[in-house]
């Protein structure tokens, strides 16, 4: 199992992800760069695969042929959020 990007609930991928597919949980395109395991918003174009074309909106479905939904848990997602919320709230501590 794997999980959606915006809200962590587990996802089942045990058939190709098509385009239009919404996660069942919050709505959100699954077929879309940040739940794609080459998405690295350190390299080039924010992508491994370096034939892909530019996506604009990393949220939102594409039609990108190189799509393999990321392999990872919905706690890690979910830890991933709340590192992000306490980096942010340290930054307004006295």
Known sequence: MTACHAC???VS?????????ACPGCGS???????CKLYDKTVHNQCRETQAEWTPNKERANFCDY?????RSASAVASSDEAARKKLNDLFKK
């Open 8 to 10: 962590g609930q587990s």
């Open 13 to 21: 991928v045990d058939k190709k992800i098509l385009r239009t597919e």
């Open 29 to 35: 395109d699954l077929h879309c760069c940040l739940n």
């Open 67 to 71: 799509f393999v939904f990321a392999d």
